[in-house]
């Protein structure tokens, strides 16, 4: 058993989020183009005696994260070790937050995913990435694609992932919201005021044929989220956000996943810089981010 293990996870944006209505069992079918960003957060596992499982938290919206066992990453750690350890294994977990919480940029699958992997070479059970990737779609819908990283199509509830084509990269700017927004919150705005069809297949067909020849054009158009309105609806001033960015210079708005974070799609490094020193000024956001993409999902940066 190493004495530690040091994990990095990125945040993600989904470029194109199609969601059907909801299931019996309570859950959508999505079609989403997910994208790992250059946002991570840094799970730090150590030994614990008697089976102990603890988490710290600092960094990014540290206060906002539980460190009792609704904790993803504590719970990832549980599942693990009930499926594939023994009851004596323990773990304290430090989780160093850049990633925003509840921005739609999936920070608590990213715990997650992250806790999977750092428990999983701290414990020495040599698990190989199909396996983690089963326990990661029991966690949440988005735990898959943190492990996984890059671009890659999700369908079901998003768990089922397709590696995706990506040429060249992309340059984003992120502006985050005064507050957090809860994700069934905003998937039950879109169950009461839906009348319309999802999205349909061929747009995100298009954005991922976009996506494989580096078509700035074709990505810009065919960027779309089902959940932006709800989004809007339940935090106004997003739009706010959206508009003032636009005027700045990002290429396209999108709010990411359930929102609150708005990602801007820039043309390139100079038009990034310029938009994150324009946001920064704009009263609806808090703190602005830049990043790029695609990058690698789930990945040990050093044990000792």
Same mark, same amino acid.
């Given at each position: 058993?190493?004495?530690a293990?040091?994990v990095?996870v990125?945040a993600k944006?989904?470029?194109?989020l199609?969601v $059907?209505p909801?299931?019996?069992?309570g859950?959508?079918?999505? #079609?989403?183009?997910?994208m790992?960003?250059s946002?991570h957060?840094?799970? #730090?596992?150590t030994?614990s005696?008697r ?7 600092? %960094? ?18 549980? =599942?693990l070790? $009930? ?5 004596d ?10 990633i925003?919480v ?5 920070g608590?699958?990213?715990d ?6 750092a428990?999983?070479m701290?414990?020495?059970l040599?698990?190989?990435q ?6 990661a779609?029991?966690?949440? $819908?988005d ?10 199509l999700?369908? %079901?509830r %998003? ?5 995706a ?15 957090? =927004?809860? #994700?069934?919150?905003?998937f ?6 839906n ?16 996506l ?11 960027m779309c989220n ?8 339940l935090?106004?001033a ?7 960015g =636009?005027?700045l210079? %990002?290429l #396209?708005a ?8 708005v ?18 000024s ?6 602005v981010?830049?990043a790029?993409?695609?990058v690698?999902?789930?990945?040990? =940066?050093?044990?000792?």
């Amino acid at each position: 058993m190493d004495a530690a293990v040091r994990v990095q996870v990125p945040a993600k944006v989904n470029l194109g989020l199609s969601v $059907s209505p909801r299931r019996e069992d309570g859950f959508h079918e999505l #079609t989403t183009l997910f994208m790992a960003v250059s946002l991570h957060d840094i799970i #730090t596992a150590t030994p614990s005696r008697r089976g102990r499982l603890t988490v710290e938290v600092s %960094g990014e919206g540290a206060h906002q994260v539980p460190i009792d066992m609704s904790n993803l990453a504590l719970k990832a750690a549980a =599942l693990l070790r $009930s499926r594939y350890g023994t009851p004596d294994l323990g773990a304290h977990l430090v989780i160093d937050k850049q990633i925003p919480v509840a921005g739609g940029m999936a920070g608590g699958s990213a715990d997650a995913a992250g806790g999977l992997l750092a428990c999983s070479m701290l414990w020495g059970l040599d698990l190989g990435q199909a396996q983690l990737l089963e326990l990661a779609a029991e966690l949440g $819908s988005d735990v898959p694609f943190s492990l996984m990283g890059g671009c890659a199509l999700g369908t %079901g509830r %998003g768990e089922q992932l397709a590696p995706a084509l990506c040429k060249g990269t992309y340059e984003w700017v992120f502006a985050l919201a005064h507050r957090g =927004l809860s #994700t069934p919150r905003v998937f039950a705005d879109y169950d009461r005021y839906n009348e319309s069809q999802p999205t349909p297949r061929a747009v995100i067909d298009g954005l991922m044929t976009g996506l494989a020849s580096h078509d700035l054009k074709a990505v810009r158009t065919g960027m779309c989220n089902d959940l932006q309105n709800s989004a809007i609806r339940l935090y106004p001033a997003i739009l706010d956000t959206i508009e003032e960015g =636009l005027s700045l210079g %990002g290429l #396209t708005a999108i709010v990411s996943g359930s929102g609150p974070t708005v990602a801007f799609l820039c043309a390139d490094a100079d038009d990034a810089v310029n938009l994150v020193v324009g946001l920064s000024s704009v009263p609806s956001v808090r703190a602005v981010l830049r990043a790029k993409g695609p990058v690698p999902g789930a990945r040990a =940066l050093s044990s000792s």
